[in-house]
């Protein structure tokens, strides 16, 4: 039970990195942070059966579907953390290490590229946006900052621990 309550703090702790990194970005590089109010809507039209949208922009909206969006995101980083600890166990969340947060945290570009991206329009890995490949290089750096979180969120966890 402890290394549950473990993992879902360090899936949001490093949800919460990851969308710090995304303020950041677009102070630094003018990219937007992601609009979770679509993957809301994305998910709320999954309720009557439609998985897949040419435009989930031009979807019809969804009531809450911000809230929707955001607590599916947070969801989503807590059930990566649990996958993590149970793949690396109980002993990574003593000694964590940067290499299996990091590796994990790209591994899981594989979500957005295979599943969301497409079912929102955007085709497979950003294939159908403007700019494939500035789309694809923006997944995999914000999932390797997620990843990078994953460890300082655990770092900070023992630290927290150990007070």
């Not at 003593?94 to 955007?122: E, I, K, N």
Request: with cysteine.
């Amino acid at each position: 039970m402890n290394e549950i309550l473990s993992a879902i703090a360090i899936g949001t702790g490093a949800t919460l990195v990851m969308d710090g990194w995304g303020l950041v970005r677009k102070q630094l590089l003018g990219i937007p942070p992601a609009d979770y109010g679509l993957v809301g809507r994305w998910l709320g039209h999954m309720a009557h059966g439609r998985f897949r949208h040419e435009r989930i922009a031009a979807a019809r909206p969804i009531p809450a579907e911000a809230l929707l969006g955001w607590g599916a995101h947070y969801l989503i980083g807590v059930v990566f953390a649990l996958l993590l600890v149970a793949m690396c166990g109980a002993e990574w969340l003593r000694q964590p290490t940067v290499l299996p947060a990091l590796a994990w945290g790209v591994v899981t570009v594989a979500a957005p590229f295979l599943l969301m991206q497409p079912g929102m329009g955007a085709g497979i890995a950003a294939s159908r946006t403007p700019r494939p490949n500035a789309a694809r290089v923006q997944s995999l750096i914000t999932h390797s900052v997620f990843g990078l979180g994953l460890y300082g969120s655990a770092l900070l966890l023992n630290a927290f621990k150990g007070v």
